[in-house]
């Protein structure tokens, strides 16, 4: 018996990396696959279909639990025979993992149109995508639904990816709106924003030549096996994608490496309030001293990963053998369970 058993999933981007860890597992937890990857070069450039079958065959080579295809999700009308093929090979959609990603970076003075729309066509534009045929589907089935889609830390302010954060950025409006569009029809949506070695660590210069001065190996290759490897996302993937968090919906969850954590969502911290329109004059007094500590640095902070990995020993709690709880207490959230 899986968790999954019965559910038929759509993952983009299973091609390589992240997703198709995610694939491999909601498969072993029992549902059938739609695997979709363009199985383009990092940049999005270039198509291979072979990257999506090779992971539809390891699932299984009889294709009777998964099936491939290579429409990039960027384009509105493949994104809908995505969804079409899973109802044609199983019967119906119940879940859809946006994992597919490209990567151009670029300072905000260097980046070209072009880099700038690639990347948001494939993050943003492509999880709209899915999202709203998989959103038609929901509807008409009646049996609810779930959105997984893929966020990144970067969305905080990563200095050289204006194109990525805004599209990550763009991708939890997104799936807050689904979350809180959907409910009523027993559909949720949440977000995922992941770390692990792939290949786009291999392209951040300076997470490559550590790992190459060390091992010999890039960080993807080094990673299998280790806390760094991408298969460690899909377990929380799988856990949203079933019945047992149908109450879950509209949150953020990060996936370090073994750790699992949940985002705090912005809230109102500080208020100055007025009888009437607010002067400039007043502002210019009031809004330094009121805020002060807010103001005094820039809080956005894309490096939330490094901080869980390094939250000190003695303030974890033990809940289990080989497992750890850490929390804050963050107004309004609750208290503490441990
Ligand atoms: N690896 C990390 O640490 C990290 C951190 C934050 C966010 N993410 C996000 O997680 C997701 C997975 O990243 P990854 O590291 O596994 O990357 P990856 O490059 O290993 O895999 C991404 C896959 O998406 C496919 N793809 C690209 N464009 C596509 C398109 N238009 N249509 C369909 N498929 C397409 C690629 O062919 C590739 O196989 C991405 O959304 C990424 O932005 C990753």
Redesign the pocket.
């Known amino acids: 018996m899986g968790t999954l058993d019965g559910k038929v999933a759509l993952v983009?981007?299973?091609?390589?990396?992240?997703?198709?860890g995610i694939a491999r597992l909601l498969a072993r937890e029992g549902a059938a696959i739609v695997v979709?990857?363009?199985?383009?070069?990092?940049d999005?450039t270039g198509a291979?279909v072979s990257?999506a079958e090779q992971v539809a065959r390891e699932i299984d080579p009889s294709g009777e639990r998964a099936v491939f295809n290579?429409?990039?999700?960027?384009?509105f009308d493949g994104a809908g025979k995505m969804v079409q093929q899973a109802i044609d090979e199983f019967g119906k959609i119940d879940i859809v993992v946006?994992?597919?990603?490209?990567?151009r970076d670029r300072m905000i003075f260097n980046m070209t149109p072009e880099e700038w729309q690639a990347v948001v066509?494939?993050?943003l534009k492509?999880t709209f995508n899915t999202c709203h045929w998989a959103a038609i589907r929901f509807r008409e089935q009646g049996t609810g639904g779930r959105l997984i889609n893929?966020?990144?830390?970067?969305a905080f302010g990563a200095a050289g990816q204006p194109n990525?954060a805004a599209a990550?950025a763009g991708i939890i409006g997104l799936t807050l709106s689904c979350a809180n569009a959907l409910s009523r029809y027993g559909v949720t949506a949440n977000a995922?924003?992941?770390?692990?070695?792939?290949?786009?660590?291999d392209s951040i210069p300076r997470a490559r030549e550590a790992a190459l001065a060390e091992s010999g190996k890039l960080p993807?290759e080094q990673a299998v096996g280790t806390e760094r490897d991408?298969d460690n996302v899909a377990p929380i993937v799988a856990y949203l994608a079933s019945d047992a968090a149908a109450e879950v919906n509209g949150h953020l969850f990060a996936a370090y490496g073994y750790n699992i954590g949940l985002m705090s969502q912005p809230k109102i911290i500080k208020t100055l309030r007025a009888d009437h329109r607010w002067t400039v004059e007043e502002l210019c007094d009031l809004v330094p001293r009121a805020f002060a500590a807010e103001l005094a640095e820039n809080q956005n902070d894309p490096g939330f990963g490094e901080k869980m990995r390094g939250i000190a020993d003695d303030l974890w709690v033990e809940v289990g053998s080989g497992l750890r709880f850490w929390g804050t207490k963050l107004e309004p959230y609750g208290e503490q369970v441990w």
């Open positions: 983009t981007g299973a091609g390589r990396g992240i997703g198709r979709n990857d363009l199985g383009s070069s990092l999005g291979d990257v290579s429409h990039s999700v960027s384009d946006n994992v597919a990603g490209i990567l066509d494939v993050h492509g893929f966020s990144s830390s970067s990525y990550k995922i924003l992941p770390g692990a070695a792939t290949r786009m660590i993807s991408p």
